[in-house]
């Protein structure tokens, strides 16, 4: 429902593209594939779900517990079989076993190794914080080949105080700022936890790199069509 909701609303708020470097008969993302995304802002989950479902993916997500908590948006969590993560607590370790458990069924898990939202205010993007652990433990425990992805603009459609943020959602239908989602090639992470940590981070700074590319040669041409 998510996905769905996303593949909806996003166009209507900005010019949504995306590029992939893997094609074949399933797509960038195969079942039972882990997709490691850069984190910078409120809008990027909606901006990453829409983007995948226009491939023909519509993954399960790892995001912070407190969002089951949300009218509306906890019960869309739980009929979509999301994964809250308690971070900071004993329970945490256990998402990455649901985690597992999804893959080895063949779902695709969406997962962010920042594991949290930048603190800065201002709308414009920079390349993912250091990463957490989770990303690598979990690839070391399944197996699953990891799809590095890459987004940029979602800070143009929410950054910065709540007020901003709302008004930056109620004014993105006038300003249509550019959004780009760009996939990398699926790799496999090596055993060591530190240095699976390290080249994850490297395989999506480089596909935040290319999104962002992109979002500034289309942001160009905007600029001149308007």
Known sequence: ???????????????????????????????GSIVAANHSSLADP????????????????????????????GGALRAGGHIPVHRGTTRAAGALDTAAAALAAGRVVLIYGEGGLPRRRDSRDAEPRAF????ARL?????????????????????????????GFATAPLRRPTLHVHLGAPLHLPGDIPEATAAAHRAVTAAWRTAEQHCGRRGRRGVGAA
């Open 1 to 31: 429902m998510l996905s769905t909701i996303a593949a909806v609303l996003v166009p209507a708020l900005g010019r949504l593209s995306v590029t992939s470097e893997t094609a074949g008969p399933v797509g960038p993302v195969g079942p």
């Open 139 to 167: 690839a070391a425990a399944t197996g699953a080949p990891v799809v590095p992805l890459g987004q940029c603009g979602a800070r143009r459609l929410s950054s910065g105080s709540t007020a901003k943020q709302l008004a």
């Open 132 to 135: 957490r652990t989770g990303l």
């Open 46 to 73: 909606g901006v990453v779900l829409a983007a995948l479902r226009r491939l023909g993916t519509e993954p399960v997500v790892m995001a912070a517990a407190g969002l089951w908590r949300v009218p509306v948006l």
